[in-house]
């Protein structure tokens, strides 16, 4: 027999109680930027973070609809105010408001933006088999 | 046989809703990264495109 392993998807359920649990270190601090770039495993930072300060998300657990999975996709929502017009097509997931590790990091079609205008992102991660 | 090669993967998805100063609801995006339908797709770039307008007719409105 050749060597196998899979984590199931209890355990991968599990990668989003982790995150989302009490005491632990979650990527939920939200920062926007207007850089262009193509997203990288590698990547540490946005390509061009704005100015406004990384805003904390509000997390919660819900369920992708998967057999058997309830808790398996960590949600984090937050809404960042814009100090001035701009197009913003990055976002980043933190796990601190000013230092820490980049989670997450996509970037998608402009949304304009004009001062004092804000945008309310709703990000869901799964961990899902692959 | 490599035995880590199994695993799993995580998959994010991201909405926006964009809102004005007072707080009122301009535009409900719906999914702007991750999986949707091409109707889902084309409703976003629509209001994408009418933010896009309405911020060169701000720009306008002040330079001039």
């Known amino acids: 027999m050749s060597d196998d392993v899979t984590v199931v998807d209890k355990g991968l359920e599990q990668c989003a109680v982790q995150i989302n649990a009490a005491g632990a270190t979650a990527p939920n601090w939200h920062e926007w930027g207007t850089g262009t770039d193509a997203t990288d495993r590698t990547d540490v930072d946005l390509t061009t973070p704005s100015a406004e300060p990384r805003e904390e998300g509000t997390e919660t657990l819900v369920a992708s609809g998967a057999a058997g999975a309830e808790t398996d996709v960590y949600q984090t929502v937050a809404t960042i105010e814009s100090d001035s017009e701009q197009a913003i097509t990055e976002i980043g997931l933190w796990t601190d408001e000013t230092v820490g590790f980049l989670f997450l990091h996509a970037v998608f079609a402009a949304i304009n933006v004009l001062d004092g205008n804000s945008i309310e992102f709703t990000v869901q991660t799964t961990f899902a088999p692959g | ?64």
């Open chain 2, 1 to 64: 046989m490599d035995a880590t090669a199994a695993r799993g993967k995580a998959e994010t998805t991201i909405k926006a809703r964009v809102f004005d100063e007072n707080g009122k609801l301009l535009a409900d995006l719906g999914t702007i990264v991750g999986k949707r339908t091409k109707a889902e797709k084309a409703g976003t770039e629509k209001k994408l495109k009418s933010l896009k307008a309405r911020a060169k007719r701000n720009s306008r409105k002040e330079s001039g």
